[in-house]
């Protein structure tokens, strides 16, 4: 099981999601409109292939977190202002998005 974030920030004016991970060691800030993109839910991505069904180009670029709650200890659940709050966003998938945004800014 993957271990919950040492923090999460939601920094709403930057429209952007600052997650910590293992014991401060990294930290990874993912733009709103990256995490909406990534929304595991059924309607966002087909449960079986795991393929996107959501457009990313049909995301405000000013979208932003309208409430966070937390899901047992095993998840995130983000509502957002667009009206979406389908999406549970397990500690597990939260990390693997935040380590290829890593990936990626280390390219
Ligand atoms: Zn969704």
């Not at 409430?67 to 597990?92: C, N, P, Q, R």
Request: aromatic share 8%.
């Amino acid at each position: 099981m993957t271990a919950p974030p040492s923090d999460i920030k939601a920094r709403q004016s930057e429209g952007l999601l600052e997650l910590v991970w293992d014991e401060n060691s990294w930290t990874t800030r993912l733009p709103y409109t990256n995490l909406r993109a990534e929304c595991p839910c059924a309607g966002c991505k087909d449960e079986w292939t795991g393929a996107r069904i959501l457009d990313p180009a049909s995301i405000a670029p000013d979208i932003k977190i309208s409430e966070m709650d937390l899901v047992g200890s095993y998840a995130l659940k983000i509502a957002w202002t667009d009206g979406h709050s389908s999406g549970l966003f397990t500690w597990e998938n939260l990390r693997k998005i935040c380590e290829a945004a890593k990936a990626a800014s280390t390219e």
